[in-house]
Every structure is written in C-alpha cells, then in structure tokens.
C-alpha cells in the first residue's frame, strides 16, 4: 500500500510540475508520454488490473493535457503501453514515446 501511494504521489507531482501552462506545449506531451510510462510500470509492477491502470493513468492525462487532440493521442499511446507485455518504463517509454 505504501508503494502505491508513493508510486501515486510521485506521478502527480511530476505531472503537476509540467501542467501551468496555457497550452500544450512539445515538451508537455512529451513528459506526458514519459510520465505514462513510468506509471504503467509501476503499476503492472504492482499486480494493478489492466482496467485499473488505463482508468488511473487516464486521469492524469485529462488532467494535464488541455488540447483534445493530445489527449486522444496520449490516449491510444497509454493504452499500447498497458497491452504491451513489457513492464520497464524505459522500454515503453522507447516504445511509445519517441
């Protein structure tokens, strides 16, 4: 439990620091590709069901990405990233954010 809760508190801090901005900047959805990697990973790491995570890690894109078109993009990158049998975030986030 008290992994999660880091786990949880660190994205959102992280995620936080990239979120004041007026718009969705390159580097914005960038981070926020490599901040859904590392979720994911620390998530399947912690036995989470696939729903669970997509439903999580859904949160903080909506919550930190303004443009509908970046969102739906991190969207379908999050939900290969949860499909994906990888569990490293380096190797999703190769994957997936590149």
């Known amino acids: 439990m008290k992994k999660t809760l880091l786990a949880a508190a660190t ?8 979120a004041n901005t007026a718009s969705d900047s390159s580097a ?12 994911v990973s620390t ?6 069901g696939n729903t669970s995570i ?3 890690v859904a949160s903080l894109i909506d919550r930190h990405l303004k443009t509908q078109e970046n969102r739906d993009l991190a969207h379908k990158k999050l939900n290969l990233m ?3 049998k990888s569990i490293d975030a380096t190797t999703l986030e190769g ?3 590149s």
């Open 82 to 84: 949860v499909d994906d």
């Open 11 to 18: 994205i959102s801090v992280a995620a936080f620091a990239y």
């Open 54 to 56: 997509r439903k999580d």
């Open 43 to 48: 998530l399947k790491t912690l036995q989470y």
């Open 28 to 39: 914005l959805v960038s981070q926020q590709c490599k901040i859904s990697a590392e979720a």
């Open 95 to 97: 994957k997936y954010c």
